[in-house]
């Protein structure tokens, strides 16, 4: 055991090697003198070192049979437990020194660079160089050695000077502590003791081991082995109490070898952690290099785990647990400073705190249940940063308490200033009590269960994902698709209900915008317009303001239904958006529907105005405003806007026009008889658009006027193809269709085509009636002309007097309300016998007709019918006298041979009868003899008349036919009961007939 005298010329030594007193006057400070600490151990430290014995085995005075490594320094013999108790003060000093000397190292001692403070001491051997995450701090290593010299008994001197430093240093013994992580780190463990061994985290390369094996035998001066004879194994086993109450902890490198906490404990384990390290191994820390346990500590970063200085075990001591002991020295809690490794102390003491027995227990415990980083930041508080005062009381307090790692952390983090982190596996126990966690069924179903069920739930949750994102974006598109298809093909054969079932089906799982467009148009264009605007409704009330949706639907109530107000009211929503407000189509689109508008409405033309003229404040003056001005100028009927227009048109030859346009102003120019202008119009329409239906049509109007009927049909049949290809025709193109029909049936009635004439005026009708159903067209006296002629057929050809007549009577419903019509409705009821309804239509055909024979007889013998014989009378007469004028006034009269001529002759032998008959009937209601004799004269000229007539031409011989003249003559001369004159009855069928029958 070394003396006194020897420590005091170890320190001298270290003082001189480690430069300290340089180092610290550099910094303005000065080596400050340790003394030696009082002799003898404190009772919790006793009471501390029999628990480890008992739990190792070791009996009082029972020698350690441990072996050495065969490279290491030789066993130490030793004495009795009396022997031992005698040298205990002096080898309690000697540690003292050391502890002094471990207190003053930084935690950055036992880093990667921890040799250096060897390589200061050995003369420039470099042992081989464990690897750490941080590196020590030169100063304070110094200051280390410097203690460790101070130290240094006299005969030992050379060899700590050189070598033996290296082996005393705290680095080498960190390696040896830390047997149990890497069983070669140190020296080789015994036979018995290499077999309770658990698997190290860590193992270090064997050139590594060797040269600690060889620095170790190489420094070992002789004299240690009588030096340290008469060290006790209790004593010697201190370290392995140490490793037992942090069984479970790895602690950072240097951050507890610096304590002075440990000073009594470490004392005795310096000499032996190169020669026994095995003795510092605990069975129960071996848990530590489980697998599992090595993947929990990896998640603490920036951890160091190779060294675990620190010890509680001296806590009893430290804190002065024992109260009662009054020999029991006080814990200086505040030791070395941040900068013990330069040397210098807190000069003041930290006070004293007392905890029973039972609170160091549940310190203890509670501190090794600690997340690693949480345990090894409070023992660096404790053991090196000299925390004092409440904070250390308020830190036992949690710790006694029990309270959680998350309140210690944040408190430890306010002391710190830094901030603590948590690892996810912080329930770490003792061996033991880790053993037993992982054997309990939460540990079991944390660890292999809950792992199972994540994955499997994870699994479940992306295949519903999955599931989910195809039902909803794979399968319902495709559900939906394939029902609107389905109803599309029940639309194109015209089974509308079950198409608009298959559309609400298909909508409801998933709407698509393009087939709202295909189904609106399909029943538009299949002309079932209530189910294409029921489309449209709810295409713009899923997606409102769509422009292709606006335009097409205010296009189909404007071209198709004419619907004018609505057409208007759909495009005003949309330009009222300001989005929208000046939008080139919608504007243009207004203007258009306007235009039409005013056809019915001249109000409305101003409208259309306002939207052209917005167009061009906007776009600028464009030829397609201009066209549209044209037909606004055309509607207006200013006739010098359009010649100035059309002028301008005309005087660009290579100017793309608009068709339409000029097919326009051609029929405009040919309503005013510019007939010249007309040609050369229309003709450019028609090469500029050949397929317009427009420009072949008013064509046809233009040959008509010229008699040119075989151009007149050619252009006719191509304005009724074009307008047949046409899947919609607005109420101008129904008009223009119709009205088609009508002209070419009327050629082939002229050529006595009845049939076709019939076909083509049917054909025409139903356009009318069609376009009429879905008010797209006003009433058109073309259409009542349509009707007429249609009538001709039955009234000229087929005698369907009845059909003829409701034709008739369409005619005059659509404004054609002709006298001819008047007089064919006359005559059908005449014939009917219906003689009031006759006798009205007569009269007013009459307003058509300033002076005709025809009409007139027509009414004298509806009179006459009707009993009225004075009226009849005036009739009968005034058709005579106008015929005897006629054919006095017809010079180089030849009834024979003209048929004019000959009319006259024969109408006048038909008014004298009737006239005759009249009179003869006045005479029988009044008895007047002028009736009578009257009556008479007439019979004899009508007589006469026929006679002459049908005289033979070359004999001259009277023809013996008899007229009704005759016959009512020789009636009245020769009265019969049985007889009653009569008059010629019939009357032609058209009023413009020659003759007064047919």
């Known amino acids: 055991m070394p003396e006194i005298q020897d420590i005091e010329q170890f320190k001298s030594n270290f003082l001189v090697v480690g430069s300290e007193p340089s180092i610290l006057a550099g910094k303005g400070e000065k080596v400050r003198d340790v003394s030696a600490p009082e002799s003898g151990l404190s009772e919790d430290l006793s009471l501390l070192l029999d628990e480890v014995d008992q739990e190792l ?59 250096e403070a060897g390589e200061a001491a050995a003369e420039g051997e470099e042992p081989e160089e464990e690897p750490a995450p941080w590196e020590p701090e030169e100063e304070k290593t110094e200051s280390a050695e410097e203690h460790a010299e101070e130290q240094e008994p006299e005969e030992l001197e050379s060899p700590f000077e050189t070598e033996e430093l290296e082996e005393l240093e705290l680095p080498e013994m960190d390696e040896d502590l830390f047997a149990e992580e890497a069983p070669a780190a140190g020296e080789p463990a015994g036979e018995e003791e290499a077999a309770e061994e658990e698997p190290a985290l860590w193992e270090p390369e064997e050139e590594e081991t060797e040269s600690a094996e060889e620095h170790a035998e190489e420094q070992e001066p002789e004299e240690l082995e009588s030096s340290f004879e008469l060290e006790e194994p209790e004593e010697l086993e201190l370290p392995e109490m140490d490793e037992d109450l942090f069984a479970e902890e790895t602690s950072e490198s240097g951050e507890a070898a610096a304590s002075e906490e440990e000073a009594s404990p470490d004392a005795f384990s310096l000499p032996d952690f190169e020669e026994e390290g095995e003795e510092f191994e605990l069975p129960d820390f071996g848990n530590v290099s489980d697998e599992e346990e090595a993947e929990e500590l990896q998640e603490i970063e920036d951890e160091d785990f190779e060294l675990d200085e620190f010890s509680l075990g001296d806590l009893g001591q430290d804190f002065d647990v024992l109260e009662e002991t009054p020999e029991t020295p006080g814990f200086d809690l505040g030791g070395p400073s941040a900068e013990a490794g330069e040397g210098e102390f807190f000069e003041s003491a930290v006070q004293e705190i007392s905890l029973e027995d039972k609170d160091f227990d549940h310190v ?25 005062g409440n904070e250390l009381k308020q830190l036992l307090e949690s710790l006694k308490s029990g309270r959680s790692p998350k309140d210690i952390a944040n408190l430890v983090g306010k002391i710190t200033g830094k901030r603590v982190k948590i690892p996810r596996e912080y329930e770490k126990r003792t061996g033991t009590a880790f053993e037993e966690a992982r054997d309990s069924f939460s540990y079991r179903f944390r660890r292999n269960v809950l792992p199972v069920i994540r994955t499997a739930l994870l699994t479940a949750a992306a295949f519903a994902l999955v599931i989910f994102l195809s039902y909803r974006f794979i399968y319902r598109p495709v559900k939906a698709y394939t029902l609107y298809q389905k109803g599309y093909k029940h639309l194109s054969v015209e089974e509308y209900p079950q198409s608009g079932s298959y559309f609400d089906q298909a909508t409801d799982i998933w709407p698509m915008k393009g087939q709202f467009y295909r189904y609106a148009e399909g029943y538009r264009s299949a002309g079932q317009w209530p189910r294409a605007e029921a489309i449209y409704e709810r295409l713009l009330s899923r997606y409102r303001l769509d422009k292709q949706g606006t335009l097409d639907y205010a296009r189909m109530e404007y071209e198709d239904l004419a619907n004018y107000p609505k057409a208007t009211s ?62 606004y100028f055309i509607r207006t009927d200013n006739l010098q ?10 005087a660009e030859p290579k100017l793309e026009v608009d068709a339409a346009a000029y097919a326009e102003l051609g029929g405009y120019l040919l309503d005013k008889g510019r007939i010249d202008e007309v040609r050369e119009v229309l003709f450019r329409a028609k090469e500029q658009e050949p397929r317009l239906p427009e420009a072949h049509y008013n064509l046809a109007r ?34 223009m269709f119709m009205d088609s029909y009508r002209r070419i049936g009327e050629i082939h009635f002229a050529r006595s085509e009845f049939l076709e004439a019939e076909s083509a005026y049917d054909k025409g009708i139903a356009l009318y009636e069609s376009a009429r159903a879905r008010g797209i067209m006003p009433v058109k006296q073309e259409a009542g002309i349509l009707y007429s002629d249609r009538a001709d057929i039955p009234y000229y050809v087929g005698g369907d007097l009845d059909l003829a007549l409701d034709y008739l009577k369409k005619a ?25 309804k006759a006798l009205l239509n007569f009269s007013s055909a009459t307003e058509g007709f300033s002076s005709n024979d025809v009409l007139n007889f027509a009414i004298a013998n509806t009179l006459y019918r009707r009993n009225n014989l004075q009226a009849a009378e005036g009739y009968y007469r005034s058709i005579v006298d106008h015929l005897n004028d006629r054919r006095q006034s017809l010079e180089n009269f030849m009834p024979e041979e003209r048929s004019s001529h000959r009319a006259v002759v024969e109408n006048l032998i038909r008014a004298d009868n009737n006239l005759a008959v009249t009179l003869y009937q006045m005479y029988k209601r009044t008895a007047r003899g002028s009736f009578y004799t009257d009556s008479l004269r007439y019979l004899s000229s009508a007589n006469e008349l026929f006679e002459n007539e049908h005289r033979d031409p070359e004999s001259l011989v009277r023809t013996e036919l008899k007229n009704l003249a005759f016959l009512n003559q020789q009636g009245m001369v020769y009265p019969n009961s049985d007889y009653d004159p009569q008059i010629y009855p019939e009357i032609p069928k058209d009023p413009e007939s020659l003759f007064f029958a047919d």
Not at 67 to 85: N, W
Not at 594 to 616: V, Y
Not at 641 to 650: A, G, N, S
Request: hydrophobic fraction near 35%.
């Open 570 to 631: 759909i495009l005003k929503t949309f330009l009222s958006d300001e989005e929208h407000i000046d939008d080139y189509d919608a504007l243009l689109l207004s203007s258009d529907i306007n235009l039409e508008w005013g056809k019915d409405d001249s109000s409305k033309l101003e409208d259309a105005r306002f939207a052209l003229a917005a167009l061009m404040n906007n776009y600028g003056i464009q030829n397609e405003f201009l066209f549209r001005m044209l037909r």
């Open 641 to 650: 806007e359009v010649e100035t227009l059309r002028r301008r048109f005309q």
């Open 702 to 735: 233009f040959f008509d006027t010229v008699d040119d009927t075989v151009e007149e049909e050619k252009a006719l049949i191509n304005s009724i193809e074009l307008m047949s290809a046409l899947p919609i025709l607005n109420g101008d193109r129904h008009f």
């Open 812 to 836: 005059k419903a659509n404004r054609y309300a002709e006298p001819k019509v008047d007089y064919k409705i006359g005559y059908i009821h005449y014939r009917k016998e219906e003689y009031r």
């Open 364 to 388: 203890k415990e509670h501190l090794g249940s600690l997340p690693l980083n949480l345990k090894l930041l409070i023992e660096e508080q404790i053991g090196e940063a000299e925390l004092s």
């Open 57 to 115: 085995g070791i009996e009082s005075g029972q020698e350690d049979d441990r072996t050495q490594t065969s490279e290491g320094p030789a066993e130490i013999p030793l004495d009795t437990e009396e022997a031992a108790s005698e040298e205990t003060p002096d080898l309690d000093d000697f540690l003292a020194s050391f502890d002094e000397q471990a207190a003053g190292m930084d935690e950055d001692l036992f880093a990667e660079e921890v040799p």
